[in-house]
């Protein structure tokens, strides 16, 4: 009898999910949006110091956030802006959707894929773009251009003998589960073999094993001083500020961008100010 009441105290006093999660988020049940099933767990926690702002937390650690317009768009931006021609490219993970959708800032681009390996997540986003309003989000799950597979981005490119005109890979910290399988050398070869003539891989470096492991892959490399993000290429890369502005300065693009509140003036400043740099694997 008194295992029974053993049991039924325990399931009495046991919280639900959202608050379980929650209280770990450090966060109040009403909010975080919450996603879990057996591929991982998404929380989206809305920020109470900054109203404004949802922080994106994947299997409990903060990955990202909305309003898209920092890191992640920085990152997303930069090879389809250099690229001539990006019309296939491929974003491996999605998070808040910050890299997918910056990617995706040229009107060239016909097909963004992106693999995500957390089912729950874009249907977090949805809800997500229910309750509040952030215009890149809205964007981004309306775009027809958008391929999303529910899968392991590294086995499916594995599976696949489409090629891309850039690859890349969504800000992943270095020390995440797992995050090995995507700063291998293995891997970025698999990236290598899976790019069209010219294509680009990108991928965030922060620390210089991952340079190191990047640069021995790639024949053609492009770095930038001060943004830790390496463009990986089978051929020549030329990086002309020119073209890059005047990319920003078409109809579809400065479009794109002012849904985020970019100020396509300050983002030709900054690209002016970067130092690019080819490097010489070895």
């Known amino acids: 009898c008194g295992a029974l009441f053993l049991v039924f105290g325990l399931l009495y006093f046991t919280p639900d999910a959202q608050s379980l999660w929650a209280t770990l988020h450090g966060a109040l049940p009403e909010k975080i949006i919450l996603g879990e099933d057996g591929t991982g767990l998404s929380v989206l926690k809305f920020d109470e110091v900054k109203k404004d702002r949802t922080v994106v937390y994947v299997d409990g650690v903060a990955h990202s956030y909305l309003p898209y317009g920092g890191g992640h768009t920085i990152l997303g931006l930069l090879p389809a802006l250099v690229h001539p021609l990006p019309k296939e490219v491929a974003v491996i993970g999605l998070g808040s959707g910050d890299t997918a959708y910056s990617i995706g800032c040229r009107k060239e681009t016909e ?3 992106c693999f995500e390996i957390i089912v729950p997540q874009i249907a977090s986003l949805r809800v997500l773009d ?40 969504d800000a992943l910290f270095p020390y995440s589960a797992y995050a090995g399988n995507l700063y291998s050398s293995e891997y970025f070869t698999l990236v290598k073999e899976h790019l069209k003539p010219g294509g680009f891989a990108a991928n965030w470096t922060p620390t210089p094993r991952i340079v190191r492991t990047f640069v021995k892959v790639f024949p053609h490399i492009l770095a930038f001083e001060g943004v830790p993000l390496l463009i990986g290429s089978n051929q020549p890369i030329e990086f002309d500020v020119s ?6 300065d078409s109809a579809f693009t400065s479009s794109h961008l ?16 970067l130092q690019a740099k080819k490097v010489t694997p070895g």
């Open 111 to 113: 097909e963004i894929t």
């Open 130 to 169: 229910q309750r509040k309003t952030y215009t890149g989000l809205r964007s981004l799950l309306e775009d027809d251009r958008l391929k999303l597979e529910l899968t392991d981005g590294r086995a499916a490119l594995m599976r696949k003998k489409k090629k891309f005109d850039v690859i890349e890979a």
């Open 243 to 248: 073209l890059i502005e005047a990319r920003l």
């Open 258 to 273: 002012r849904q985020i509140d970019m100020d396509v003036q300050a983002l030709k400043r900054y690209l002016r100010s």
